[in-house]
């Protein structure tokens, strides 16, 4: 037998959920593409998506994913023989890193411990000790995605200017933009990065890089700047495939524009604080049930945890076998580990990760803590039972006469 039959559930950290009304949005023949609805549409989806991330600067589309735009930042900030400082909480800092070493950028990695969330001290040394301030750029991840470590960005800044350093501050919000709050202009963020397919509900497929003056003055003083990559003309088009330098996104655009309605309907400081409960709930069950077992969130500091999604460590074989149950007898789909496997626990199979990104609600969450909370009982996992009525207890606490 199988209970699996019904609307599947991914809870994967990306992509994420996509809203329904997104999917109807992006059922429709293809549009003309040089004038009408859909050209005549994408100036208000760059300014809605500068109130997402809460700046006056500007927004450039692309298509592609989040390692395009991992590209496409620094190709307009920061030339090959240069240098960049990254800030590394995980595998996805690493990653930048890499697109940054094959650029011919040198580039130096400030690894911290794993779970463990940005240290501005080693900044504050990283600057001091940079004789001629030869740093371009300083990379952060706000949420490292496979760690589920969630960084103070504004400090970044506030060392920055203590030390007078000059280097841009590019942050990658791909797994924290319209989940975690965000604010790139109070905290003096240049360059910020994200997807489509994550906070933003819609497929994967488009990337946006934002920046301000500063960060376009520096690819102003670069010699040379790939044309596909290039923001300027993106964000100052003489016509309008200039927007995306060829053919148009055409119906990602569709869904993008209902999925920021949705977003802006519910008003972002709403979408902060439904992340925010719905991840306090998930914590409340998980601590639950490792008080008499061996689940646990990695971050052991609430408020360094990603509101978008959490990593756990629950021991091998134990991480895979509920992964693997509660896709086929539940329809739920968990995310897998990135970057976590251990000696003894080569596969990383005693870990494992919840999306909690974007179209969430309340009984979505519940009704995934209840799916683990089977899960755990069928496979006889040592866990407290009653993790569903803490999580439920946290929902009815923050809802109370609402
Ligand atoms: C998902 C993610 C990426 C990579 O995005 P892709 O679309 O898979 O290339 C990069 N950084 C973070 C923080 C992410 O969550």
């Known amino acids: 037998m199988t209970l699996s039959q019904g609307r599947p ?79 590394a909480t995980g595998r996805f800092g690493h990653g930048w890193a890499d697109v940054a070493e094959a650029r011919g950028i040198t580039t130096d990695i400030l690894d911290h411990e794993t779970f463990h969330t940005i240290d501005p ?46 280097a841009l501050l590019m942050v990658d919000c791909i797994a924290s933009l319209g989940c975690d709050e965000f604010r790139m202009d109070d905290w003096g963020v240049d360059v910020m990065i994200t997807g489509s397919q994550k906070g933003l509900m819609v497929p994967p497929g488009l990337g946006f890089v934002y920046f301000n003056a500063t960060a376009r003055a520096q690819r102003t003083g670069l010699s040379q700047v790939s044309r596909y990559w290039d923001w300027d003309r993106r964000v100052e088009p003489e016509i309008f495939y200039h927007y995306f330098n060829g053919t148009a996104p055409t119906h990602h655009l569709h ?29 409340a069950a998980v601590s639950h049930w490792g008080s008499a077992g061996p689940m646990h969130m990695c971050v052991a500091d609430p408020s360094l945890r990603s509101h978008a999604v959490s990593t756990l460590k629950i021991g091998a074989p134990h991480g895979t076998a509920l992964r693997r149950w509660c896709e086929t007898q539940a329809g739920v789909t968990l995310g897998i580990p990135l970057g976590m496997s251990e000696t003894d626990d080569p596969n990383g199979d005693g ?21 683990v909370e089977a899960g755990l ?14 999580a439920s207890q946290v929902i009815a606490e923050a809802t109370r006469n609402t």
């Not at 999925?259 to 604080?273: C, K, P, R, S, T």
């Not at 870990?351 to 799916?371: E, K, P």
């Not at 009982?377 to 803490?390: K, M, R, S, T, W």
């Open 9 to 87: 559930y991914l809870a994967i950290p990306g992509p994420s959920v996509i809203p329904d009304p997104v999917l109807q949005a992006m059922h429709r023949p293809a549009p003309n593409i040089y004038e009408g609805a859909l050209p005549d549409m994408v100036p208000g989806l760059i300014t809605d998506l500068c109130r997402v991330a809460q700046t006056n600067g500007h927004a450039a589309i692309y298509i592609g994913n989040g390692h395009a735009m991992w590209e496409a930042a620094l190709a307009n900030t920061v030339a090959a023989g240069e240098k960049v400082l990254v800030l």
């Open 121 to 166: 001290d080693r900044l504050r040394a990283a600057l001091r000790a940079d004789a001629g301030q030869k740093i371009r750029a300083v990379l952060a991840v706000h949420t490292d995605t496979s760690t589920s470590v969630r960084s103070d960005i504004a400090v970044l800044r506030q060392v920055l200017n203590e030390e007078g350093h000059p």
């Open 255 to 283: 869904g993008l524009r209902v999925a920021l309605d949705m977003i802006h309907d519910e008003g972002m400081e709403a979408v902060w604080a439904r992340h925010a409960t719905l991840a306090q709930a998930l914590w």
């Open 351 to 371: 870990f494992f990760r919840f999306g909690h990104m974007g179209h969430v609600n309340a009984h979505m969450i519940l009704g995934l803590l209840g799916t």
């Open 377 to 390: 009982g069928a496979l006889d996992i040592p866990h407290a039972p009653g993790g569903v009525a803490a």
